[in-house]
């Protein structure tokens, strides 16, 4: 059975600290994998990755992929409270008419001032 | 900007209601998914549609059916509400089978 596993399910920071979120994942035909925000609304995409070691960067954001060990990190420097949020990691699986998105549970990020 | 709307973002319905979750897109994308979203469980995919009266059952359908008639409307409709219905509801829209998906606000629905 496809699944995506995310760790830690939370933890709270300091503004200015440094976070790294994790994504493992077991699926069939892996595709891509996917970062989202999400805030108390709808998720907004972070990032899109299909190949291994390419960092992807927006500002303060990075994220990169390993496929040989399968999995993703997403890095956050110097974190200021408006990256308080639930992190979600998608993993696009499949081929054809039936790729899908397989989502992990999420990290809940709060940064304190 | 792509803008996906659910016309409910909170709803109380009683068991057995008939239950209707409005969707709607504004960027010609071909395809148009429904996820719950519950504590621990992360997103499921309900159902999904790649095409105007095209659908596909995703993980978890029981109780669900969805109504594709026109392409930038994709409607879920829960039959006969139950209490493990109670949930947030996503709705998101693609322009390709793969990649980003973009997604509603939510339709937060408890089920007494």
């Known amino acids: 059975e496809d699944k995506v596993v995310q760790s830690p399910l939370s933890l709270v920071v300091h503004e200015g600290d440094t976070v790294t979120l994790n994504c493992s994942y077991e699926?069939?035909?892996?595709?891509?994998l996917l970062w989202y925000k999400q805030e108390k609304k709808a998720p907004t995409f972070l990032f899109m990755l299909?190949?291994?070691?390419i960092e992807k960067k927006s500002g303060r954001l990075s994220s990169i992929l390993d496929k040989k060990e399968l999995f993703s990190i997403l890095n956050i420097t110097a974190t200021q409270t408006g990256d308080s949020a639930v992190y979600l990691c998608?993993?696009?699986?499949?081929?054809?008419?039936?790729?899908?998105?397989?989502f992990g549970t999420g990290t809940l990020l709060a940064v304190q001032p | 900007d792509v803008k996906v709307t659910q016309s409910s973002r909170y709803l109380v319905k009683r068991t057995g209601e008939k239950v209707f979750l409005e969707c709607v897109q504004d960027?010609?994308?071909?395809?148009m998914f429904w996820y719950r979203q519950d504590p621990g469980l992360g997103l499921r995919l309900i159902y999904f549609?790649?095409?105007?009266?095209?659908?596909e059952k995703g993980d978890i359908p029981e109780g669900y059916s969805v109504s594709r008639e026109k392409k930038e409307r994709f409607s879920l409709i829960l039959e006969s509400a139950s209490t493990n219905q109670t949930s947030m509801y996503l709705c998101?829209?693609?322009?390709?089978?793969?990649?980003?998906?973009?997604f509603g606000e939510g339709s937060r629905l408890t089920v007494l």
């Open positions: 549609s790649y095409d105007v009266k095209m659908k």
């Open positions: 299909t190949s291994s070691g």
């Open positions: 998101a829209s693609s322009p390709h089978r793969g990649g980003e998906l973009f």
């Open positions: 699926v069939t035909n892996f595709r891509s």
């Open positions: 998608a993993v696009e699986a499949g081929g054809g008419a039936t790729n899908k998105l397989i």
């Open positions: 960027m010609d994308h071909e395809n």
